[in-house]
């Protein structure tokens, strides 16, 4: 894989801030050349508030993943993973809102963050058990329908005078 990525931050005001970028990936496993497009907008509120809005596009080649080889390990066997001949790219487009607030003090500081994201898989990849041999399980790596992930995260933070640090957070997703 060979890539290239350009960025630009544009500073439209005090106020709004885009960051949008590019990036050019040449495969040995993809004919094409694959662009992933990327995009960003800050809105700063006031001193303490950020509204963000975020765009981004990527890809996976078809080739097997060290994760594909986990997954059975992790049951106890050995498997071995084929890439189907028909095997595309799996293509992504994500996007995410999120609004940051902090309070400062002189001793203390608060605040949080709340970010929604939705995320779109086409041709995800999935293994479909073909069979086994002497050695364990065989998988075929397939294309699927696609699929979609989204959900909202929530964060917590305070500090106290830079020695007492506090920070959860907590994501709900389907």
């Not at 907008?41 to 001193?47: A, F, Q, R, V, W």
Request: hydrophobic share 35%; aromatic share 12%.
């Amino acid at each position: 894989d060979l890539g290239a990525f350009l960025q630009s931050d544009w500073e439209l005001s005090n106020s709004w801030n885009l960051l949008s970028g590019i990036r050019i990936d040449n495969h040995n496993m993809v004919d094409e050349l694959i662009l992933s497009p990327r995009f960003s907008i800050l809105y700063k509120h006031l001193s303490n508030t950020q509204f963000r809005i975020n765009y981004g596009s990527g890809f996976r080649a078809p080739q097997s993943f060290d994760t594909d080889l986990h997954m059975a390990f992790a049951g106890g066997g050995i498997s071995r993973v084929n890439l189907s001949p028909e095997l595309r790219p799996e293509k992504s487009q994500s996007f995410s809102t999120s609004v940051n607030y902090d309070k400062p003090s002189e001793h203390f500081i608060a605040g949080f963050t709340i970010e929604t994201f939705y995320t779109r898989l086409e041709d995800a990849f999935y293994l479909q058990p073909i069979g086994q041999d002497n050695f364990g399980s065989l998988f075929e790596k397939q294309n699927g329908q696609g699929a979609t992930v989204q959900g909202l995260t929530l964060e917590l933070r305070a500090n106290y005078d830079k020695k007492i640090q506090l920070e959860t957070g907590f994501t709900l997703q389907s």
